[in-house]
Nanobody, 118 residues
Framework: VQLQASGGGLVPAGGSLRLSCAASGHTFSVWYIGWFRQAPGEEREFVSQITWRGGRTTYADSVKGRFTMSKDNGKDTLYLQMNSLKPEDTAVYSC????????????WGKGTLVTVSS
């Protein structure tokens, strides 16, 4: 499975941005796709995840109510709609795949930078 994130950029506080994660390859073995972010000097943190087949979503408390993750089944593309952005949302956002029967996210795509100005 290959993952490619895109859609990052510079946005003012309170604005919106939509990230995309295009998946290709042997996606039949994917259980979850997750979004993670890493701010400068910080540890990587979980943002959200979606089950590949059922579309069930989970969010970190810090983004709940502001971010929405969705999946376009026809395109094998995942989206992260980010609204009411805050400067503390500034980070490199990456998508990753977790496979059936595995405990961790194992396949990572290259991240995309989101910068929220105050």
């Amino acid at each position: 499975v290959q993952l490619q994130a895109s859609g990052g950029g510079l946005v003012p506080a309170g604005g919106s941005l939509r990230l995309s994660c295009a998946a290709s390859g042997h996606t039949f073995s994917v259980w979850y796709i997750g979004w993670f972010r890493q701010a400068p000097g910080e540890e990587r943190e979980f943002v959200s995840q979606i089950t590949w087949r059922g579309g069930r979503t989970t969010y970190a408390d810090s983004v709940k109510g502001r971010f929405t993750m969705s999946k376009d089944n026809g395109k094998d593309t995942l989206y992260l709609q980010m609204n009411s952005l805050k400067p503390e949302d500034t980070a490199v956002y990456s998508c990753a795949a977790r496979f059936f029967g595995r405990d961790d996210y194992e396949r990572w795509g290259k991240g995309t930078l989101v910068t929220v100005s105050s």
